[in-house]
């Protein structure tokens, strides 16, 4: 099979926010990028889907909001175990990284010009930024209108290559020698990128979940890149569970805004419930908010419900995406889903990983949500860490030569385990260990967690790994199945095992 060899100053892995505000940022620098994408870069990853809140301080608010302030909430909300300095480092650069998007194009909801700021739970403050798409399509997606804005300016870049439908496999990183194997799902090839620095863009891992409100290609896969070349992580075991996803489209997911609107919620018999479970109430955070739902369909067994009976519906329909489209009148069922990944690869406030020249940005880091997160806080993070992660991989990569230091070939291809004769095409295996293991996934690490049920699912992860290394592909697809199927198993057990780690009941997840 062919292997093609590409070669690159800097090397960006994701096209979602993070990698979009890297590749940008580093464009200023004179050395040449390629930004991929497993799918399609600008277009793929949670960015595309997501809500578009930011939560940010603008300066000269009337709430006499600080960054101080957001970072106490921030702190707060993540059980205090987040990275201090990578915190104070995004509540300080919000209003600049807001203000950049803006110049981007990205349109903001503002009123005479100033930004609206709107309440979320969680934040002590006004401080939550919302995007009205004046060009409102049918079915509106303002993650996209973040994304289109920022590739617009990055087609103009001529020192930015995009590659699409390159699923990265594997990463070298040691000293100045670094590169990264891809396969080319159109072209059905190898790629070998070497580079200079690389920036890990490629978001979280919330796919893993049957009950999820991710995109497929969140599966965690930055986090088994950095597992392989060393790169330190942590923190896997805390999944944040979005309480608002709707029943009927699990990728759509309400904004906890709406309870600051009027929106209650209600159980099978029209009663309001949230104040059994917590004080906050409608103000708690996602992590409380998501355990009183899933406690009150326990307990009453049956649906939970959003109630917009006395909700101001005109401000919701214009600043809920596809409000009227999805029909949503008086009441509509929704339950909570695996959202965000909190933990991954660790960085400082350079976005440095432990690997010189290797930086991460976004979801795929930790840090900064601790063990759960704030609303809007995670776009603001992609946008703020990304750009970060930009100039300091352009710094450290311009003016260096790239060293293609010559790999053994065969190496490789032992590795990827592609041979086209003699072995048995056994796609049965990847199908029953995929079914097997979304199913362990959802009964083991979900809200609520048990020290027996997690060391089964160990177990059956553990015996998935092994009947994996019996399967040898065949043709190209087989072998990206396979990876697929391996990345996740592998990043399953990271969850697992870290929660086996945790004796007591923390942020994201119950221990019963
Ligand atoms: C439905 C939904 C709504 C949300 N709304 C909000 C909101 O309103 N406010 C907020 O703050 N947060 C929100 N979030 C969270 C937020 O959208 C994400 O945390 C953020 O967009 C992550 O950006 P990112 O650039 O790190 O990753 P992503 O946008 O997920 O991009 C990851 C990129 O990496 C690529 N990739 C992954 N693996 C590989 C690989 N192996 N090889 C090559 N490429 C790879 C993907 O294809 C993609 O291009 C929402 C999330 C969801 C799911």
Do not use: W
């Amino acid at each position: 099979m062919e292997i093609e060899i590409v070669k690159s100053h800097l090397l960006i892995i994701g096209g979602g926010l993070a990698g979009l505000s890297a590749a940008i940022e580093a464009s200023k620098f004179d050395i040449d990028i390629t930004l991929l994408s497993r799918s399609k870069v600008g277009y793929s990853g949670n960015t595309s889907i997501s809500k578009g809140g930011f939560a940010a301080v603008i300066q000269g608010n009337e709430e006499g909001d600080m960054p101080y302030i957001h970072m106490i909430d921030t702190m707060k909300a993540g059980y205090k175990i987040n990275d201090e300095g990578l915190v104070k480092t995004m509540v300080e650069r919000g209003e600049r990284t807001i203000k950049t998007l803006d110049n981007f194009g990205v349109p903001f909801y503002k009123s005479d010009d100033k930004y609206v700021l709107l309440e979320a739970p969680g934040h002590s403050k006004k401080r939550y930024i919302s995007i009205l798409d004046k060009h409102n399509s049918r079915f509106r997606l303002n993650g996209l209108t973040i994304t289109k804005n920022l590739m617009n300016i990055i087609n103009q870049k001529s020192n930015i290559h995009i590659c699409d439908n390159m699923f990265v496999v594997s990463l070298y990183c040691e000293g100045n020698r670094k590169y990264c194997i891809s396969l080319d799902i159109v072209k059905k090839n190898i790629k070998l990128i070497y580079s200079n620095a690389i920036i890990i863009a490629t978001g979280g891992c919330c796919s893993l979940y049957n009950n999820s409100t991710n995109t497929l290609d969140a599966d965690g896969s930055g986090v088994y890149l950095a597992k392989h070349a060393g790169i330190t992580f942590n923190n896997m075991e805390f999944i944040q569970f979005h309480p608002l996803a709707l029943v009927d489209y699990p990728r759509y997911i309400l904004p906890t805004t709406i309870f600051s609107l009027g929106a209650t919620l209600i159980n099978e018999e029209g009663k309001e419930f949230i104040s059994k479970y917590t004080n906050r109430n409608y103000n708690a955070e996602r992590d409380v908010m998501s355990m009183s739902i899933y406690k009150e369909m326990r307990n009453s067994s049956g649906n939970i419900y959003v109630d917009f009976s006395k909700a101001n519906i005109p401000i919701l329909s214009s600043l809920i995406p596809n409000f009227n489209v999805l029909k949503i009148h008086k009441k509509i069922k929704v339950k909570p889903s695996a959202h965000f990944m909190m933990g991954g690869i660790k960085i400082n406030k350079h976005a440095e990983t432990n690997k010189e020249g290797v930086y991460a940005a976004g979801e795929v880091t930790s840090g900064v949500h601790g063990a759960n997160r704030l609303a809007g806080n995670a776009l603001l993070e992609a946008a703020t860490f990304g750009e970060i992660a930009g100039l300091n991989a352009g710094e450290y990569a311009k003016g260096k030569t790239i060293d293609t230091f010559v790999i053994d070939m065969d190496n490789i291809k032992n590795f990827i385990l592609f041979s086209e004769n003699n072995r048995v095409k056994n796609n049965k295996i990847l199908d029953e260990v995929n079914i097997e293991l979304k199913k362990t996934v959802d009964t083991s690490i979900s809200i609520i967690r048990n020290h027996r049920v997690l060391l089964n699912a160990k177990e059956k992860v553990k015996a998935m790994l092994e009947m994996l290394k019996e399967y040898k592909p065949v043709e190209f697809d087989d072998l990206v199945r396979y990876f697929k199927i391996k990345i996740k198993l592998e990043v399953a057990m990271e969850i697992i095992e870290n929660s086996l780690k945790r004796k007591k009941t923390l942020g994201s997840f119950i221990i019963e």
